[in-house]
């Protein structure tokens, strides 16, 4: 009997000093950082630049974390009955000390320094990993003269998870599939996995490497509807098979300014699809059809 050969996530390796603009290395992993996010949606980034301990230093501030009491949080998610495993609050601008430490002082009112760190030199480091890849896709479809606006009106949120083990008769659905309605999301876990995202074709996809230098580089709804329909945004789940508890960090970056198919990317091969919008239309939209959380929000309300 002949076993079904699983499908992968293509792996890019972003960490090479060589990797700079306008080198062939620079353009060829340009090239497979296109086909990935096209045809899945996402890939696994292999990045180095967020050392081993950072690593563990920041994983372990969100187990440290979520020891507290945190329904009271800002952006809490949790006590859902329908995904009870699942907990998350949200960090804005993570990327900049003077907010980290704002929520730190929140959650640890005698303050915790090692928190802060954590989060914050986490955070920089991800951020830059996001601006190599929009900077990346920027030029591959020749719009890079809009990279800078771009980057200059993007802003953070992190979200810290927490997905615990079933116990008996318990559904083992950490998050049900849906789309991320960020720009790009940027994804980092403990050695727990979980994380599932479907293809182009429909197939399901295990992320099954947790190293330290692995993160998943995941497109949302933003980037596809900036792209003309070029990009795709994948459903993802979180379905828990272990008995451990899965941490993870996402990173997510929104834009600030109107969301606009750029006129270099429509031609008689690729009509315009997409009406313009602002974050605050596109999540007004989502939030009140969260029944439908599977389907994709900038489709239904912003397709032309």
């Known amino acids: ?12 390796n972003l960490s090479d000093e060589n990797l700079k603009p306008g080198t062939s290395d620079w353009i060829s992993t340009c090239n497979d950082v296109i086909k990935a996010l096209e045809e899945y949606g996402c890939f696994i980034a292999v990045y180095d630049r967020v050392p081993v301990e950072l690593h563990n230093a920041v994983l372990s501030a969100a187990e440290e974390l979520f020891t507290l009491p945190v329904e009271t949080s800002y952006g809490f998610v949790g006590g859902n009955v329908l995904i009870p495993l699942h907990e998350s609050l949200g960090i804005i601008h993570p990327n900049t000390i003077e907010s980290v430490q704002s929520f730190t002082s929140l959650m640890w009112p005698s303050g915790n320094d090692h928190f802060s ?6 955070a920089k480091l991800v951020a830059e990993l996001d ?16 990279y800078e606006s771009h980057i200059e009106s993007t802003s953070y949120l992190l979200r810290p998870n927490k997905y615990r083990p079933p116990v008996e008769k318990e559904t083992n659905i950490g998050v049900t599939s849906h789309t991320d309605k960020s720009f790009m999301t940027i994804f980092h876990q403990n050695h727990a996995n979980g994380l599932q995202t479907k ?13 330290p230098s692995s993160f998943i580089v995941m497109a949302g709804e933003s980037f596809l509807a900036w792209s003309n329909d070029r990009i795709h ?9 272990g008995d451990e508890v899965r941490y993870s960090l996402a990173l997510f970056s929104f834009s600030d ?13 690729h009509p315009l699809k997409f009406k313009p919008f602002n974050r605050s239309e596109l999540l007004q939209h989502y939030y009140t059809a969260r029944r439908r959380i599977s389907e994709c929000t900038v489709r239904n309300h912003f397709a032309i």
């Open 117 to 122: 760190e954590s989060i914050f030199s986490y």
């Open 199 to 211: 293809a182009r074709d429909g197939k399901w996809i295990s992320f099954e490497d947790a190293s």
């Open 131 to 146: 601006q190599m890849v929009k900077k990346m896709v920027f030029e591959s479809y020749g719009v890079g003269k809009y």
């Open 233 to 241: 945004a994948p459903n993802h789940r979180v379905i828990m098979n």
């Open 257 to 269: 300014e109107m969301v606009k198919v750029p006129e270099e990317l429509v031609d008689d091969k």
């Open 1 to 12: 009997m002949v076993s079904e050969t699983l499908p992968k996530l293509p792996v890019i």
